[in-house]
């Protein structure tokens, strides 16, 4: 409830032409000021799930790519580790060197598709221009190595379905040269802009403590100093031998402040690295298969034969997402499928961010996490016709409630009386 | 397609419907240098009371469906409903979720579809080309 009368409410979206996505706002607002918001999702949510498991693991694998068309390799990559766990499929080391270089041409194209939304966000349609014309490159590497520019269709269970063959390396190389280049130019015109710097410095500030007590993940949570990168916590394919760091504002010199700024500068960084990987990873890749089952047939059986459960973590150009999975014997679609994206988990940094800012502000602030609401919204809770919200405790008796209905006794914890 | 010249810029305005960013992307690729629509006259607005023609993204799923429709009302007539995507077209992918209500056609009057699961630029330029052919049309049969 607004607590004086020069309090009212704004709400923005779901339509908007700030937000590409369908996600609604609710501001309270004093003047300018922003003094509380409330954010409603579920706009998008389609019931990937669901669908996923009344359908077998490989058309789940291309349902996973339409989770998210910026995100297409990642999910896949989380899927088939997962089921990969799950169902003790060996990848060929070929294979593991051939997903980092996909998920990194990923992370460069969605960096820069970043950059140019937040550069629109600011007004400053020059520089959008400019890094979506530079972004194009990627795009052409992407479509030259897989065949398409959005939804790669790389990775599938035991390794992956395409190899970058001798003649194409020397176009990768051509792109890493181009980029290493330009880099310093996109610097330049996003870091050492005065009139960028007036509008991120200070602007939508996310503290380390409160990024870490709002579990942040990604650049999100980087740009607050925080080093945590799945890639550098719980490395996975080959990233452990890379030797992956988290980049924060310290690479770049700066104390971070988890401003606007330090996310450029975190995202900016980012595509430095990613060049680095990339480029490693041309050079070290063995030769060998590329997958450990060539023929689908042999593969749907195996794992249609598979039992237990797996988890695959990768982390996104947004941050970490993880993907969970149950198989049974005989059955040939997934028991349980969840997903876990990164904007769910910097969902709730937009509360503090937007904390006293002013309205004008808002676009770039929302921008700032870049949010991935297709993603995102995974759980749309409708009771008897109608949108219903379920808080932590809730949730929590509900789990409870679930595990009394399985045990057939109370749980400890109900018993007890105690709670977290 | 019967196109003589283009008589009048068109402004498009874009929603999307639950879709997975893909075609959302592809859409501003089409406007940027590359593919650089806006030496056309074809500009996104940011509201459909500006619009020419609408460009829907996504599935539909069921809250989207009120907004699609309320956003199809509040485009001026004439206008043109170009579908972006496999997915707004016959649901594609999505085709037996709980929360989609969709194709596309199914709650607004559908002009052009543009299939590919993204279309590439090139088609999305196609797809909007084409609207501006039908509403000339219309506009032929006002006169």
């Given at each position: 409830?607004?607590?004086?009368?020069?309090?009212?409410?704004?709400?923005?979206g779901?339509?908007?032409p700030?937000?590409?996505?369908?996600?609604?706002?609710?501001?309270?607002?004093?003047?300018?000021?922003?003094?509380?918001?409330?954010?409603?999702?579920?706009?998008?949510?389609?019931?990937?799930?669901?669908?996923?498991?009344?359908?077998?693991?490989?058309?789940?694998?291309?349902?996973?790519?339409?989770?998210?068309?910026?995100?297409?390799i990642?999910?896949?990559?989380?899927?088939?580790l997962?089921?990969?766990?799950?169902?003790?499929?060996?990848?060929?080391?070929?294979a593991?060197?051939?997903?980092?270089?996909?998920?990194?041409?990923?992370?460069?194209?969605?960096?820069?598709?970043?950059?140019?939304?937040?550069?629109?966000?600011?007004?400053f349609?020059t520089?959008?221009?400019?890094?979506?014309?530079?972004?194009?490159?990627?795009?052409?590497?992407?479509?030259?190595?897989?065949?398409?520019r959005?939804?790669?269709a790389?990775?599938?269970y035991g390794?992956?379905?395409?190899?970058?063959?001798?003649?194409?390396i020397p176009k990768?190389?051509?792109?890493?040269r181009?980029?290493?280049?330009?880099?310093?130019?996109?610097?330049?015109a996003?870091?050492?802009?005065?009139?960028?710097?007036?509008?991120?410095?200070?602007?939508?500030?996310?503290?380390?403590?409160?990024?870490?007590?709002?579990?942040?993940?990604?650049?999100?949570?980087?740009?607050?100093g925080l080093?945590?990168?799945?890639?550098?916590d719980?490395?996975?394919?080959?990233?452990?031998?890379?030797?992956?760091?988290?980049?924060?504002?310290?690479?770049?010199?700066?104390?971070?402040?988890?401003?606007?700024?330090?996310?450029?500068?975190?995202?900016?960084?980012?595509?430095g690295?990613?060049?680095d990987l990339i480029?490693?990873?041309?050079?070290e890749?063995?030769?060998?298969e590329?997958?450990s089952f060539?023929?689908?047939?042999?593969?749907?059986?195996?794992?249609?034969?598979?039992?237990?459960?797996?988890?695959?973590?990768?982390?996104?150009?947004?941050?970490?997402?993880?993907h969970?999975?149950?198989?049974e014997a005989?059955?040939?679609?997934?028991?349980?499928?969840?997903?876990?994206?990164?904007?769910?988990s910097?969902?709730?940094s937009?509360?503090?961010?937007?904390?006293?800012?002013?309205?004008?502000?808002?676009?770039?602030?929302?921008?700032?996490?870049?949010?991935?609401?297709?993603?995102?919204?995974r759980?749309?809770?409708?009771?008897?016709?109608?949108p219903?919200t379920?808080?932590?405790?809730?949730?929590?008796?509900?789990s409870?409630?679930?595990t009394?209905?399985?045990?057939?006794?109370?749980?400890?914890?109900t018993?007890?009386?105690g709670?977290? | 397609?019967?196109?003589?010249?283009?008589?009048?810029?068109l402004?498009?305005?874009?929603?999307?419907?639950?879709?997975?960013?893909?075609?959302?992307?592809?859409?501003?690729?089409?406007?940027?240098?590359?593919?650089?629509?806006?030496?056309?006259?074809?500009?996104?607005?940011?509201?459909?009371?500006?619009?020419?023609a609408?460009?829907?993204?996504?599935p539909?799923?069921?809250?989207?469906?009120?907004?699609?429709?309320?956003?199809?009302?509040?485009?001026?007539?004439?206008?043109?409903?170009?579908?972006v995507?496999?997915?707004?077209?016959?649901?594609g992918?999505?085709?037996?979720?709980y929360?989609?209500?969709?194709?596309?056609?199914?709650?607004?009057?559908?002009?052009?579809?543009?299939p590919g699961?993204?279309?590439?630029?090139?088609?999305?330029?196609?797809?909007?080309?084409?609207?501006?052919?039908?509403?000339e049309?219309?506009?032929?049969?006002k006169?």
């Amino acid at each position: 409830m607004p607590e004086t009368q020069n309090v009212y409410e704004i709400p923005i979206g779901p339509i908007h032409p700030a937000l590409k996505e369908p996600v609604r706002f609710t501001f309270q607002v004093e003047g300018e000021r922003i003094r509380a918001v409330d954010v409603r999702a579920g706009f998008a949510h389609r019931g990937i799930e669901f669908m996923g498991m009344r359908r077998n693991l490989i058309q789940t694998l291309y349902l996973s790519e339409r989770i998210c068309g910026i995100c297409s390799i990642s999910h896949p990559i989380a899927i088939t580790l997962a089921v990969e766990r799950a169902a003790g499929i060996e990848v060929p080391p070929r294979a593991q060197y051939l997903r980092v270089i996909f998920s990194e041409l990923e992370r460069i194209h969605s960096h820069l598709l970043w950059a140019g939304v937040a550069a629109h966000e600011l007004g400053f349609d020059t520089l959008l221009h400019l890094t979506w014309k530079v972004r194009e490159q990627v795009l052409d590497i992407l479509e030259e190595l897989s065949g398409n520019r959005i939804d790669y269709a790389i990775p599938i269970y035991g390794g992956v379905r395409r190899d970058i063959s001798p003649e194409q390396i020397p176009k990768v190389e051509a792109m890493i040269r181009y980029y290493r280049g330009l880099l310093e130019e996109l610097v330049d015109a996003f870091l050492r802009d005065p009139s960028v710097a007036a509008r991120t410095r200070d602007v939508g500030v996310l503290t380390p403590e409160e990024a870490d007590l709002l579990c942040a993940v990604g650049p999100t949570a980087r740009a607050s100093g925080l080093s945590k990168d799945v890639r550098q916590d719980r490395p996975y394919l080959v990233y452990g031998e890379l030797g992956v760091k988290a980049i924060t504002p310290r690479d770049w010199g700066l104390e971070p402040r988890g401003d606007v700024y330090d996310k450029a500068v975190v995202r900016l960084l980012e595509v430095g690295q990613s060049l680095d990987l990339i480029e490693t990873c041309l050079y070290e890749m063995p030769e060998g298969e590329i997958t450990s089952f060539p023929k689908i047939p042999a593969l749907l059986a195996h794992l249609k034969k598979a039992e237990g459960e797996g988890l695959g973590w990768h982390e996104a150009p947004r941050g970490e997402v993880i993907h969970y999975i149950r198989l049974e014997a005989g059955v040939e679609e997934p028991v349980a499928w969840k997903v876990k994206a990164p904007t769910y988990s910097n969902l709730m940094s937009w509360v503090p961010m937007f904390a006293d800012q002013e309205i004008a502000d808002i676009p770039i602030i929302a921008a700032s996490i870049d949010p991935c609401i297709c993603c995102m919204d995974r759980v749309h809770m409708v009771r008897d016709g109608s949108p219903a919200t379920l808080l932590k405790e809730d949730l929590l008796r509900l789990s409870r409630e679930k595990t009394e209905r399985l045990t057939g006794h109370p749980s400890p914890v109900t018993r007890h009386g105690g709670g977290l | 397609m019967g196109l003589s010249s283009f008589k009048r810029a068109l402004w498009v305005f874009h929603i999307a419907t639950g879709s997975c960013n893909g075609c959302d992307i592809e859409i501003v690729a089409a406007l940027t240098p590359r593919y650089d629509v806006e030496r056309f006259g074809i500009k996104l607005v940011g509201t459909p009371r500006h619009a020419d023609a609408l460009l829907v993204t996504g599935p539909v799923t069921r809250p989207m469906a009120e907004r699609l429709k309320r956003v199809y009302e509040q485009t001026p007539d004439p206008k043109a409903v170009v579908v972006v995507g496999g997915c707004g077209s016959t649901s594609g992918v999505f085709y037996e979720s709980y929360n989609v209500v969709g194709p596309v056609d199914e709650i607004v009057p559908v002009d052009v579809y543009v299939p590919g699961c993204p279309p590439r630029p090139e088609a999305i330029i196609h797809g909007v080309v084409t609207a501006v052919a039908k509403l000339e049309e219309l506009a032929g049969e006002k006169r």
